[in-house]
């Protein structure tokens, strides 16, 4: 089973998501050397994948005067940690099933471990980042997908099957859009980016081409419809997370990813949602607090990953 550690040496971290792939060397203080930011290329066939992610390592090592000992890598997807296979990524199709982490090891010569995006993002902050000191947190990623990961105890929450904790395929409306698990009205559907694409096109044309950093910047600016937009993730997101402090009454709800970047535009409609619906015995000490790490929590995180 993966772990993070403190690093004592250099390594790479990689956040493989749907649209991005980031990748940095990874310092023993968590300090990024070398960010790199690519389009993704999980969607084309394997081993399109594989290539991209070893050129990127290799491009790293090259241009670093560092030796980076090892590699993790953060992938959108349901994983078999101890077989090192991603078993589902409706965001990431062109690496489910296959040995990416094998074959990359080989190929490199460096030791590399996989674990699930969201997993990584949430050790990282509970190591670094917001969740430090946290026994009981939630850590939610929001990007092309939903991703969700849950500690309790201090330890990765891990089911029968080692998965688990997919907080964006909770069911909020059973009539609501297909989702790309293959069920109906996930989290996922509504905000994940093709969820949010099909709002802004019923709901603001105009901004449908946009990039959601340049509608996060809209908003802050006072764009009407970039606020809607922000106000309807926040109010949706915090529906499904009130189910889950209901069940889990964590200590620190942490939301990172891209279109967490929009700050109180996001997180205030959010705030207020969970205060509606949440137990309020559950909301006393509770924290909803963004990714300190931005995001990049995902490459901190995949850098500290060690085989235990």
């Known amino acids: 089973m993966n772990i993070l550690v403190k690093n004592e040496s250099y390594s790479i971290g990689i956040d493989v998501g749907g649209s991005r792939v980031k990748a940095a060397i990874v310092a023993p203080d968590g300090t990024l050397i070398g960010q790199v930011i690519e389009k993704s290329r999980v969607v084309d066939p394997y081993p399109a994948a594989r290539d991209q992610l070893i050129s990127i390592v290799e491009g790293l090592i090259s241009t670093s005067s560092t030796r980076p000992t090892s590699v993790g890598i953060g992938v959108a997807g349901l994983m078999d940690v101890s077989n090192r296979i991603v078993l589902a990524a409706p965001n990431c199709p062109g690496v489910v099933g296959v040995p990416l982490a094998d074959d990359i090891e080989k190929l490199l010569g460096l030791p590399v471990e996989i674990e699930n995006d969201a997993n990584v993002m949430a050790l990282g902050e509970g190591a670094s980042g917001a969740a430090r000191g946290s026994r009981h947190y939630v850590a939610v990623t929001l990007g092309t997908g939903v991703g969700g990961a849950i500690i309790t105890d201090g330890k990765l929450f891990r089911g029968s099957t080692g998965g688990g904790s997919e907080i964006g395929h909770i069911c909020i409306d059973p009539n609501g859009p297909r989702c790309g698990c293959g069920s109906n009205g996930c989290l996922e559907a509504f905000i994940g980016l093709k969820g949010i694409s099909v709002w802004l096109r019923r709901n603001a044309n105009h901004m449908k081409n946009l990039h959601l950093p340049r509608i996060s910047e809209m908003a802050m600016e006072g764009d009407p419809d970039a606020i809607k937009l922000f106000e309807w993730v926040g109010t949706t997101l915090g ?70």
């Open 239 to 308: 529906v499904a997370l009130a189910g889950v402090i209901n069940l889990l009454n964590p200590d620190t709800i942490v939301v990172g990813g891209g279109t967490a970047s929009a700050g109180p535009m996001l997180f205030d409609p959010l705030r207020e949602e969970i205060a509606r619906r949440a137990f309020k015995v559950y909301q006393t000490k509770l924290r909803i607090v963004p990714a300190t790490l931005g995001n990049w929590a995902g490459v901190v995180g995949a850098g500290g990953l060690r085989r235990s």
